[in-house]
């Protein structure tokens, strides 16, 4: 694809937070009236592959313009995922740390918990395995009082819970140690569909982190419905959304 329509196309759509792919049908037709379907898809798997344009649903769009979620990790974690890999080498699981949320958020938290998610049959073993070898308190799927009473009161504490099935996330490696992080689509829905866990963020608060969090990053929003929806949440998040930032996303969600 010459260089020029490639320049035109964002120049077109960079202003949107949207664009459909029947409006980049007739956008390439003005240049090639004798296009094809079949060839528009070649179009845009070239245009998504030079990452010019990023899909956000089926046949929904946006120019590419925000970076990718890719948060700093400090040391206490990587020393955690460590202690996880010496112990349970070949098991699949999730970590990160909550100041990851101060980025988006309009109180800075002064404390933070780690989170670790891993498959069901493991839970138990994580959770023994920490709190006998590491220096910090360690709860396995803390229930509302015991985040009221223990968690809450807890300098920086382990919360160990299960993994949900085909959660979006990715493996990072830092210091030749290889882990999984979730996605920001995974930490907005897992905020804001455990309440409690992360009281913190919530009212006010959450709103500003979900704005904040669609306006600085590439957000997937096909990746971020069908996690809620594993979570039986994805009605209520699309209703968050719509209320609270509808200008981000009325052209994406369906209410």
């Not at 120049?11 to 949107?16: A, G, L, T, V, Y």
């Not at 990053?217 to 719509?242: C, G």
Request: proline share 4%; aromatic share 16%; charged share 35%.
């Amino acid at each position: 694809m010459p260089k020029i329509i490639e320049n035109r196309l964002i120049e077109e759509f960079k202003d949107r937070e949207s664009f459909s792919r029947d409006e980049l049908f007739e956008f390439f037709k003005y240049f090639e009236p004798d296009l094809k379907e079949g060839t528009l898809g070649w179009r845009i798997y070239d245009l998504k592959n030079k990452n010019i344009i990023k899909p956000l649903m089926r046949g929904l769009y946006t120019i590419s313009y925000k970076p990718k979620y890719k948060p700093d990790v400090s040391q206490d974690l990587i020393k955690l995922a460590k202690k996880i890999n010496d112990r349970f080498e070949d098991v699949k699981y999730c970590i990160w740390e909550t100041n990851w949320l101060n980025e988006f958020s309009q109180h800075q938290a002064s404390k933070k918990i780690f989170i670790i998610e891993t498959e069901k049959d493991f839970l138990d073993s994580f959770f023994y395995e920490l709190k006998e070898t590491y220096k910090a308190e360690v709860f396995l799927t803390p229930d509302e009082k015991a985040i009221n009473f223990y968690v809450a009161e807890s300098l920086q504490p382990i919360v160990i819970k299960k993994l949900v099935t085909r959660s979006p996330i990715g493996k990072r490696t830092e210091k030749k140690l290889k882990f999984y992080t979730p996605f920001l689509e995974k930490i907005l829905v897992d905020i804001f569909s455990e309440n409690k866990l992360f009281y913190y963020s919530q009212g006010s608060e959450l709103v500003h982190i979900f704005e904040n969090a669609l306006k600085s990053y590439d957000i997937n929003f096909t990746k971020l419905l069908s996690y809620a929806k594993r979570r039986e949440r994805d009605n209520d998040i699309k209703l968050f959304l719509s209320n609270n930032m509808n200008y981000l996303v009325k052209d994406i969600i369906d209410v």
